[in-house]
């Protein structure tokens, strides 16, 4: 078993660091569904520790504006990764994704977004090429930064 964890501003081959692009639908009054995709591609000037990667992470959400400006956003789902470096390994695994992110509106149809976020792995599976297989697990704590518009 082996544990990872990291902040996401650095450089790493950690899972869950790859940026993601996000997309919610209000499906009725502050009830909300979408998700994030991230994809990752290996450089090979970089060397091997850096895998090319894929994230999908649907998620269901609750958004309650305080006013016009200011609102509170909690967001929730799975993750489902996969990972790759040709010649090393191949790892999948499934994960939560907690979110709790403040929306100020700065115009009409346009914001910013700003809250922190917890991606944990649930079940985790690493399948070197060579030897045996082995649990992984991942964690993040980070600080979202974001844009957001509607029409």
């Given at each position: 078993?082996?544990?990872l964890?990291?902040f996401p501003?650095?450089?790493?081959?950690?899972?869950?660091?790859?940026?993601r692009?996000?997309?919610?639908?209000?499906?009725?009054?502050k009830?909300?569904?979408g998700?994030?995709?991230?994809?990752?591609?290996a450089?090979?000037?970089?060397?091997?520790?850096?895998?090319t990667s894929?994230?999908?992470a649907?998620?269901?959400?609750?958004?309650?504006?305080?006013?016009?400006?200011?609102?509170?956003?909690p967001?929730?789902?799975?993750?489902?990764?996969?990972s790759?470096?040709?010649?090393?390994?191949k790892?999948?695994s499934?994960g939560?994704n907690l979110?709790?992110?403040?929306?100020?509106?700065?115009?009409?149809?346009?914001?910013?977004e700003?809250?922190?976020t917890f991606?944990q792995?649930?079940?985790g599976k690493?399948?070197?090429?060579v030897?045996?297989s082995?649990?992984?697990s991942?964690?993040?704590?980070?600080?979202?930064?974001?844009?957001?518009?509607?029409?």
């Amino acid at each position: 078993h082996r544990d990872l964890h990291s902040f996401p501003t650095r450089r790493s081959s950690d899972l869950y660091d790859i940026p993601r692009l996000a997309f919610d639908y209000m499906v009725i009054d502050k009830l909300s569904l979408g998700g994030a995709v991230g994809f990752s591609l290996a450089n090979a000037s970089h060397g091997p520790e850096l895998p090319t990667s894929f994230i999908v992470a649907p998620r269901v959400g609750f958004l309650h504006m305080f006013g016009r400006v200011a609102g509170i956003w909690p967001r929730g789902g799975f993750i489902y990764d996969s990972s790759s470096i040709d010649g090393a390994y191949k790892e999948s695994s499934l994960g939560l994704n907690l979110e709790c992110m403040f929306p100020i509106v700065v115009a009409p149809h346009f914001g910013f977004e700003v809250g922190v976020t917890f991606d944990q792995s649930l079940t985790g599976k690493r399948n070197p090429d060579v030897g045996p297989s082995y649990d992984v697990s991942y964690r993040v704590i980070g600080l979202q930064l974001g844009l957001f518009g509607w029409i």
